[in-house]
């Protein structure tokens, strides 16, 4: 049989792939892109990381892992054996045969999605595009993204996707922080912009990851990873109105979670907290709701769970005030130590915690903050650093307040509660201390 030029494209980038002889590129190095390269480096492909900031491929060829889910004696292992390199020189694009973007896509100020990191990326890509590459973009992003933007700034200079070159979307779904689902064992969306791109992508990511899951497209993989963070913003939300609701009832929505969820099928539990963080639930449902909109769509769930959200941090300072005036005392003057500020547990992401927003309130009321985050050092805001006190040297400086906004791990509360200091807790944190012993403790 003599192969046409498509097929043998196609059955090159197969072989390399399968004899992992492909040199994969990865480019925008942090909390999706390091783990992903380090994973494709141990099953044995030479593998370049690309970033714009020097110093995370500086950190990357000196063995240094930035990454908490990235053990540094893997990354140094890799480094060392040749296998990962990092560079900020994006002319080495062109010696790669797999491309993988995972550079943020955050919002515009309006909520809008900022695609710029996106097309800052794929232009480099389409610089030096040629046949027989596989392009995939990873970063979370509106369905119509890879077939809409990428795909023709990869056409531009004549070479067709699924012919010449190949493009595909594979959504991230790392859960960082998350001792039991990784990299390599959670399950992979792969949807091609074509049947040819959908089989390249997903052997590449057969080589690194338990189980792959192909889709029929391109826009299928993209609303596949929006429906799953959406249906956690939309049951965030309804669970923080719950609690909300609770609190007027006086029920304590921690027991009736706790209750619930012992239902074997058709429940599952939902924590009510201090409000989203990270980089992906508090944004992603708008990178949806803005495309919705440009088919004459409005997205209630997501504006309403959005709102819901949004606002809990004022709710938390409410509970601030209503514990001090236990006291008779105000906001105004009194020394507040945050417990945690991190978005999540056991993480050192600051973005979008609302941990900054509960500070921001309480400063404008005229509080005084201090905060402890073994996680998190140094915490810059409006203009200063402040720096993490270990807990129990804050406790020791009796705080008028502590609010527990994320509860990591290292956190030993019982001096706080010991000392009787006034604890707003947003996370269940002190679950054993209920009851009239515990006067101090506030929930949400
Ligand atoms: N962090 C998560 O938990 C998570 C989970 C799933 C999906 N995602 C998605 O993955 C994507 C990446 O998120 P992240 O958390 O890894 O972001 P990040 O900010 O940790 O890392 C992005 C990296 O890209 C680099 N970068 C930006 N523009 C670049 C360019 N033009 N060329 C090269 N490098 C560039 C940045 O310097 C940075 O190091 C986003 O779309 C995010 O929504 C994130």
Not at 149 to 157: A, R, T, Y
Not at 260 to 272: E, I, L, N, R
């Amino acid at each position: 049989m003599i192969e046409t030029p498509i097929t043998s494209l196609h059955t090159r980038l197969l072989d390399r792939i399968r004899s992992r002889e492909a040199r994969v590129g990865v480019i925008g190095l942090g909390y999706v892109g390091l783990p992903l390269a380090v994973e494709f480096s141990k099953q044995g492909f030479p593998v370049t990381g690309f970033d714009i900031d020097e110093t995370k491929a500086r950190s990357i060829n000196s063995g240094r892992s930035y990454i908490p889910d990235v053990p540094e004696r893997e990354l140094a292992d890799v480094v060392g054996r040749g296998k990962l390199c990092a560079t900020a020189d994006m002319s080495q694009l062109a010696d790669m045969d797999v491309i993988d973007i995972a550079v943020p896509t955050p919002l515009r100020k309006t909520k809008d999605p900022d695609l710029s990191y996106v097309v800052q990326a794929v232009e480099a890509c389409a610089a030096t595009l040629r046949r027989g590459q596989l392009v995939i973009l990873e970063s979370t992003t509106y369905p119509g993204t890879t077939d809409e933007v990428v795909q023709p700034m990869l056409e531009e200079k004549g070479l067709k996707a699924d012919v010449d070159f190949f493009l595909a979307f594979s959504p991230e779904r790392v859960d960082p922080g998350n001792p039991q689902f990784n990299t390599r064992n959670i399950p992979k969306i792969v949807g091609g912009c074509g049947p040819a791109s959908t089989e390249v992508a997903a052997a590449l990511y057969e080589s690194a990851v338990e189980h792959v899951v192909r889709v029929s497209s391109t826009r299928v993989a993209e609303m596949v990873k929006l429906l799953e963070n959406t249906f956690r913003a939309v049951n965030i939300g309804l669970v923080n109105e719950i609690a909300l609701m609770a609190h007027r009832m006086d029920i304590d929505v921690w027991e009736v979670i706790d209750a619930a969820k012992t239902k074997p099928f058709g429940f599952m539990p939902f924590y009510p907290g201090p409000g989203l963080g990270g980089h992906c639930i508090p944004i992603d449902p708008f990178y949806l709701s803005w495309k919705a909109r440009q088919s004459g769509f409005e997205c209630r769930f997501i504006e309403l769970a959005g709102a819901i959200n949004s606002s809990m941090p004022e709710y938390v300072v409410e509970r601030v005030a209503e514990a001090l005036n236990t006291e008779r005392k105000a906001i105004n003057g009194s020394s507040i130590l945050l417990v945690g500020v991190a978005y999540k547990k056991d993480v050192n992401d600051m973005r979008e915690s609302p941990a900054l927003d509960i500070l921001e309130l309480l400063t404008r009321r005229g509080a005084k903050i201090s905060y402890s985050d073994p996680w998190v050092p140094q915490l810059k805001y409006d203009k200063q650093t402040l720096t993490s006190i270990d807990l129990a040297a804050a406790v020791n400086l009796k705080p008028d307040c502590a609010v527990i906004c994320t509860d990591h791990s290292a956190f030993d509360y019982q001096a706080l509660v010991d000392r009787g200091t006034l604890i707003v807790d947003t996370r269940n944190a002190l679950k054993a201390c209920r009851g009239s012993r515990y006067p101090n403790i506030f929930r949400l």
